[in-house]
């Protein structure tokens, strides 16, 4: 992987806009450059378009949208972007969240209305931080479909996208332009593209173990369960250009990942009063202060192992949510009706699981928080019958990268913007701040839709002036 020299190379096709990756961040980005009249062609590195969204939820938090408005839910992009910089404990410059959280509105009417992309508003419960019901995504609930209604837009919209195509290197002169780019076939043929403007939208490096090492060192030895092609390549080709990175520590985990299956168990059945115990019985946190933050707790469990414990009103928040299903069929979800069967079942001893309700008992009876600082309400009391699900912690992907700005273009170390390359999702630095913290629930489709729409525009700009 390098930085090829121009001089004297001659590109037998020429696109104004190329887009690396074909999840959702670049799928986004090819239509919002089509739509500004570019043509556009997408590299993909997979035979199957899959990506970090196809391992989601697909949910996208989005304030002002028709759908929300339609239920009657008051938001703003300005409550939105307090609730992202809260979340990072003031961490990320409100200025850079208000810019996400300003885009996405519009963005998601304008997938819905302009390309038949179909959402719903999630209204069973709120995710930890939001201070709003915001969540939009596919009715199963599964980043898959989401994933599929972008190609089906993008087929629609007449966009050339190549898959087997792994871009390996980029062509930029001595001022920091990129003028192409040359990709790898599955066969092992190289082929050079020119572009005027060049769009990194391959998510981040999960998939590097060894940059995990150096950029997240708690999570290193956590299962990966993000997409293995995140492999760094947009951090490895922008600083190469000169370009600056911030927040690299920054990713989401996830703390409730069934085990040994690697589907993620919804968050819901925490916020209906779930909790998290290990193998000896015993809580060893918050859980409400999110489950990015828990991969890194779960992981650091006995056996990194944790069993989600949660009664019938989070049985019912899940079962909107494909995984969930899936995890039933597969036997992952156990169910007791006294807490003697469900230490049977999880093989958690009796006497702290004992332990842990009477806790929660207490804590809700004396209006105070428990010993970890969670307030349960009264109606979060967990009765029978009980569920419970074996989890581990693990990484899902990463949110620090290339220093962008509101257009989505790449910056410098010293903040000027690199003539022509923008970049999006994973690919750039988030609105998460720098650890694993700031992950409020939807972030990495937010950064990945919103900021691929605005790269998109940028780039589709940059190329009609070079036409001009």
């Not at 938001?75 to 910089?85: G, H, R």
């Not at 060894?210 to 947009?234: P, W």
Request: aromatic share 6%.
């Amino acid at each position: 992987m390098a930085l090829l020299s121009p001089e004297g190379v001659t590109f037998e096709f020429e696109v104004p806009v190329v887009v690396v990756g074909a999840g959702a961040c670049g799928l986004v980005a090819a239509l919002a450059a089509h739509d500004a009249g570019q043509s556009v062609i997408i590299l993909e590195r997979d035979e199957n378009p899959t990506g970090s969204t196809s391992l989601s939820a697909g949910l996208i938090p989005a304030p002002c949208t028709r759908l929300q408005k339609e239920a009657g839910i008051e938001d703003s992009p300005e409550l939105f972007a307090a609730d992202i910089v809260a979340k990072t404990h003031d961490h990320t410059p409100y200025d850079q969240a208000l810019v996400a959280a300003r885009a996405a509105g519009p963005m998601i009417d304008w997938l819905m209305e302009k390309h038949g992309v179909e959402f719903e508003l999630v209204t069973g419960f709120l995710y930890p931080g939001h201070s709003r019901l915001r969540m939009h995504g596919p009715k199963s609930r599964t980043g898959a479909d989401l994933e599929q209604a972008l190609l089906a837009a993008v087929s629609n919209a007449g966009i050339d996208l190549i898959t087997g195509a792994s871009v390996e290197d980029i062509y930029a002169d001595a001022s920091g332009r990129v003028v192409g780019v040359r990709c790898r076939r599955s066969d092992g043929a190289t082929e050079d593209l020119g572009c005027q403007a060049l769009i990194l939208a391959c998510c981040g490096f999960a998939g590097d173990a060894q940059m995990v090492r150096q950029y997240i060192t708690e999570i290193a030895d956590a299962e990966c369960c993000g997409h293995l092609s995140n492999t760094g390549d947009a951090v490895r080709w922008g600083t190469a250009l000169g370009a600056a990175t911030a927040d690299m520590g920054a990713y989401q985990g996830h703390g409730s990942v069934a085990h040994p299956h690697s589907l993620p168990l919804t968050w819901a059945v925490i916020t209906k009063g779930g909790i998290l115990v290990n193998t000896n019985g015993q809580r060893f946190s918050n859980e409400m202060r999110g489950y990015s933050e828990h991969g890194a707790e779960v992981a650091a469990q006995p056996d990194h192992i944790a069993w989600d414990i949660f009664g019938a009103p989070g049985h019912e928040a899940a079962e909107g949510f494909y995984d969930y299903r899936e995890l039933r069929k597969l036997g992952a979800v156990k169910m007791a009706d006294t807490l003697e069967a469900l230490s049977e079942v999880t093989g958690l001893p009796l006497s702290y699981l004992k332990a842990e309700f009477s806790a929660i008992e207490e804590a809700i009876s004396a209006g105070k928080p428990d010993r970890f600082g969670r307030n349960f309400a009264e109606n979060d009391v967990l009765k029978p019958p009980f569920y419970a699900v074996k989890v581990n912690g693990a990484l899902f992907h990463t949110q620090g990268g290339l220093v962008i700005d509101d257009q989505a273009r790449v910056l410098r170390k010293g903040g000027e913007p690199l003539p022509n390359l923008f970049a999006g999702g994973g690919a750039a630095r988030g609105v998460s701040g720098d650890s694993n913290y700031g992950y409020l629930s939807g972030n990495g489709l937010l950064t990945a839709t919103t900021f691929g729409r605005l790269a998109g525009i940028s780039a589709a700009r940059i190329a009609e002036a070079a036409d001009a």
